[in-house]
């Protein structure tokens, strides 16, 4: 399992949450971006640099992910993609995405964006708080454990 990050608009916490899982269960974490990023030295944490333009870190991202990956990004239609191919994706505010959710996920994004689009003004989503933090923390620790649990660990 890897996990990768739909890095460019990625709350700086929970890349911080990210960083220390990483190094805690020594599993492969890839930056995706289009811009400069500093990440720590870590022989577990990569960074992928793209050119600028649209969708071309989500078309990476979706290029290199395998089924058991775990994609971080809050890009609903690129986790409908992640998820499409097999994997999951987790919202940083704790949202996961998987097959029995996206279409459903997806279709009320699009219904939303028609609206914004029709000129009805929908507003954005709260900031990001502790309790949202806490909950990706949550279901990062979860997404882990159940694939630890499936894999048999190296000595």
Do not use: H
Request: with cysteine.
């Amino acid at each position: 399992m890897k996990i990768w990050v739909d890095a460019d608009a990625c709350p700086k916490v929970i890349k911080e949450i990210l960083y220390r899982v990483a190094e805690r269960v020594k599993i492969p974490l890839i930056f995706v971006t289009n811009q400069r990023l500093t990440l720590p030295v870590s022989p577990f944490i990569t960074l992928t640099q793209v050119p600028p333009g649209p969708d071309i870190a989500d078309d990476e991202i979706v290029a290199q992910c395998a089924p058991a990956d775990l994609v971080i990004t809050a890009d609903i239609p690129l986790a409908a993609r992640i998820v499409e191919k097999g994997g999951r994706g987790l919202d940083p505010r704790g949202k996961l995405y998987d097959k029995e959710n996206i279409k459903q996920i997806l279709s009320m994004r699009d219904f939303m964006d028609s609206l914004r689009g029709s000129g009805i003004e929908t507003g954005g989503p709260a900031g990001l708080g502790q309790r949202e933090i806490n909950l990706f923390a949550n279901q990062l620790d979860q997404i882990i454990a159940a694939y630890q649990r499936q894999v048999p660990q190296q000595p």
